[in-house]
């Protein structure tokens, strides 16, 4: 009896730092997602006409909102391990990754025009001449 005593009260920081975990995982997974989108949002910004960038902006700062929105609502909704088996754990974070796979997307690099070559640097066709020190 005193043994199993002893293996729950030595397996419970275990079992605690599994929500904790979880949680970080969660949370570094967001983070990811929402530089993904930012990324992909300013290089979209970038292509965007002079006419169109108002409406570019708002479905920008619509989307940036409905993503904090949804990553609050999961880091809410982490269960404590009283509250869930360990086994559900990948579970839910596969879940949570399913409700934010609509902000990510392809990154495409713009294109860039690349600097011209700079002409070589070539000693003077007579050579180095020093003058000499005027008297």
């Keep these: ?8 009260l030595a397996a419970a920081p275990a079992l605690a730092q599994d929500a904790g975990a979880q949680r970080e ?5 967001q983070a990811t997602d929402k530089f993904n989108l930012q990324l992909r949002q300013s290089q979209d910004a970038l292509k965007a006409s002079p006419d169109s960038r108002s409406e570019v902006e708002a ?3 619509s989307d940036r909102q409905r993503l904090d929105n949804i990553s609050n609502d999961q880091l809410r909704d ?3 391990d009283a509250q869930t088996q360990p086994n559900m754990r990948p579970y839910e974070l596969q879940n949570a990754d399913r409700e934010r796979a609509p902000f990510r997307g392809p990154v495409v690099e713009v294109p860039v025009k690349p600097a011209p070559k700079a002409e070589p640097l070539l000693p003077p066709q007579r050579g180095i001449q020093l003058e000499t020190p005027k008297p």
């Design 1 to 8: 009896m005193r043994a199993a005593l002893l293996l729950l």
């Design 25 to 29: 995982l969660l949370q570094r997974n």
């Design 59 to 61: 479905r920008q700062l």
């Design 78 to 80: 982490v269960k404590t």
